[in-house]
């Protein structure tokens, strides 16, 4: 299975891809989309470079599913409020490719990737080095969104074996008895 984390932001937007065998994960892709170049003013803009970059990578590497980080109510409420729309423009772009999508919050993906819901950024950077086997720390935003990526690739099993589970046990019935 291919799976496709994203890590959205207004500015700069995580991708990473990891393909996964059974237990085995194998890294094949990272990187960002990047609004940097448009103005704070150009909002629309920016959202449809984020649509366009992030359909694109979906495209580019035939994920089987998306993993996207759930945002996280801010201070601001402005900023909350731009992010959202940054990660409504992500979700759209894959879904408008008919891919499924998982969502996360940063806490849950710490907790899977770190096994610490409050680590650090660099903290997550060196454990996907290490669970993914890369030469060098891939960026914040890479990480996160490899981090996501895993976070799925991990549930995807509990959730497996779940069903599994729920088929392979005696169904319950209930007796119906007449009402009076």
Request: hydrophobic fraction near 45%; charged fraction near 20%; charge should be positive.
């Amino acid at each position: 299975m291919r799976i496709l984390g994203i890590d959205p932001g207004l500015r700069t937007t995580g991708f990473g891809v990891v393909d996964v065998d059974g237990a085995e994960l194998r890294y094949v892709a990272s990187g960002t989309v990047s609004t940097l170049q448009l103005g704070k003013a150009e909002l629309p803009a920016r959202l449809k470079l984020l649509f366009d970059g992030v359909r694109e990578v979906a495209q580019r590497y035939q994920a089987d599913v998306a993993s996207v980080e759930i945002v996280f109510v801010n201070v601001n409420p402005q900023s909350t409020l731009l992010l959202g729309q940054a990660r409504g423009a992500c979700i759209t772009a894959l879904v408008s490719l008919d891919m499924a999508v998982a969502e996360y919050t940063a806490l849950q993906m710490k907790q899977a990737v770190v096994g610490y819901g409050k680590a650090q950024k660099s903290q997550v950077q060196e454990m996907v080095r290490r669970l993914l086997k890369l030469p060098g720390l891939p960026g914040p935003d890479a990480a996160d969104a490899l981090g996501l990526a895993i976070t799925h690739a991990h549930a995807g099993r509990s959730m497996q074996l779940r069903a599994l589970a729920v088929a392979k046990a005696p169904v319950a019935r209930m007796a119906r008895t007449p009402m009076g």
